[in-house]
């Protein structure tokens, strides 16, 4: 079977032709610029890449419900309640099935070998944002909303810095990339733009620097402990730029967790791990949909 996988993001779209394991053909994953209008830009991707793909899996940065119906998106000009799997079929006569990116990702990690052996499993990707997706009892979760898994907006300080999404405290406030710039820059005399520069002073044993990463590990610690403690989850995929603060932030993600986990107090944890290859993994989850 060779399915049309696309990735569609705020700013490019990943493209692919695959099989339902995920694996690419040659030449691909290309990238095209994303534009509004969607039925427009869409119709243009399906008139170059289509070929002779049998379906089409759509990951999206946005929120998508059970029927493939997105019903918010933040960092894309949609419509709410677009249709885009109606839409799609219709376009094309093919079956498609959409999903968020973010449970996109957590599909494809559930594939990874390291990680087959756990039905409870989240992706979060560390970015300018932070996103994941959710597998409970070796099944993706989704909702008939289509307003879950925003890892991101778990609130971590209470009345605490305004986040994007318009409510305060949120995990992402602080430890997105532009959250953590932001709060080594109200603490420190230098002034960063991104966390490389971060890193970079944090090699140089800032002091400013290592403070700020052993917080944001705290803080991801504390989010990772709220939602094992709810779902139980055996194993956390960390994956996107943020993660490139190295060994001290994940052995303080990995620290908190633990000591703040309830199962700790028997000996039982989750494993945390990073995925190096993480930027296609949402795009192999679009094809995944398809392997039953």
């Keep these: 079977m060779k399915i049309l996988a696309l990735d569609i993001g705020g700013t490019n779209t990943k493209i692919a032709l695959a099989n339902k394991n995920g694996n690419f053909e040659k030449g691909y994953p290309v990238v095209e610029k994303t534009k509004p209008p969607i039925e427009n830009?869409?119709?243009?991707?399906?008139?170059?890449y289509l070929n002779n793909a049998e379906k089409i899996g759509i990951s999206i940065a946005s929120n998508v419900n059970s029927k493939g119906v997105v019903v918010n998106s933040t960092n894309l000009e949609i419509p709410k309640n677009f249709p885009l799997k109606e839409f799609v079929e219709r376009k094309t006569g093919k079956e498609c099935r959409v999903i968020n990116d973010g449970n996109a990702s957590a599909i494809a990690v559930s594939n990874i070998d390291e990680f087959k052996q756990f039905k409870n499993i989240v992706s979060v990707t560390l970015g300018t944002g932070i996103g994941g997706g959710i597998i409970l009892n070796g099944k993706v979760l989704t909702s008939k909303t289509?307003?879950?898994?925003?890892?991101?907006?778990?609130?971590?300080?209470?009345?605490?810095?305004?986040?994007?999404?318009?409510?305060?405290?949120?995990?992402?406030?602080?430890?997105?990339?532009?959250?953590?710039?932001?709060?080594?820059?109200?603490?420190?005399?230098?002034?960063?733009?991104?966390?490389?520069?971060?890193?970079k002073l944090l090699e140089k044993n800032d002091r400013i620097a290592r403070d700020i990463v052993i917080e944001t590990g705290n803080y991801l610690g504390l989010a990772l402990a709220i939602i094992t403690n709810i779902l139980g989850i055996e194993a956390f995929a960390l994956g996107g730029g943020v993660c490139g603060l190295g060994g001290l932030l994940i052995e303080t993600i990995k620290s908190y967790l633990r000591k703040n986990c309830f199962g700790s107090k028997i000996g039982i944890f989750p494993d945390v791990k990073v995925i190096k290859e993480y930027q296609y993994l949402s795009l192999k989850g679009a094809a995944e949909l398809f392997n039953e």
Excluded: Q, W
Aim: proline content about 2%.
């Design 41 to 48: 830009f869409l119709s243009e991707i399906f008139e170059k």
């Design 146 to 199: 289509g307003l879950d898994s925003e890892i991101g907006h778990i609130t971590i300080v209470p009345n605490g810095k305004r986040c994007n999404c318009g409510n305060y405290g949120c995990v992402e406030a602080y430890c997105g990339e532009r959250g953590i710039v932001e709060r080594f820059n109200e603490k420190s005399e230098k002034e960063i733009e991104n966390t490389l520069e971060l890193k």
